[in-house]
């Protein structure tokens, strides 16, 4: 009975230390970073067709929508490699396969208006 609640134990600890901790990199040595110039760039980003793109807002819609299957970093998973998907899809196709789905990817109808501007023109960058 002890092995089997130690083997508990450790494994949820594993699986806490793996998924906790994400952007959390603070270190008191360092002087806080100016945010509001880092957010400003982000929205001063613009894709090849001259549209803004809010980088931040699209890199939490991809965390939130995509991630799972193509990777927190886009190389991929149980969906494909997006690290140069820029280079084949224009922001417009990739807006397409995000509503309406391709091949094995279903639909993701839940992401819409600005959260998908920004996720598929984010994306289209990616070159």
């Known amino acids: 009975?002890?092995?089997?609640?130690?083997a508990i134990i450790f494994g949820t600890v594993l699986t806490l230390a793996a998924c906790g901790g994400a952007g959390n990199d603070n270190n008191d040595n360092e002087p806080p970073a100016n945010d509001n110039a880092a957010e400003e760039q982000d929205k001063g980003d613009t894709n090849g067709a001259g549209e803004a793109v809010d980088t931040a807002a699209a890199e939490e819609v991809f965390a939130n929508n995509c991630a799972m299957c193509h990777g927190a970093d886009l190389s991929g998973?149980?969906?494909?490699?997006?690290?140069?998907?820029?280079?084949?899809?224009s922001a417009d196709e990739i807006k397409d396969i995000v509503q309406n789905g391709k091949g094995q990817m279903p639909p993701q109808k839940q992401v819409t208006g600005d959260d998908l501007d920004n996720l598929a023109n984010w994306?289209?960058?990616k070159k």
Not at 1 to 6: A, I, N, Q
């Open 1 to 6: 009975m002890k092995k089997w609640l130690l």
């Open 123 to 125: 994306l289209a960058e």
């Open 77 to 89: 998973g149980a969906g494909p490699d997006l690290t140069n998907v820029g280079s084949k899809y």
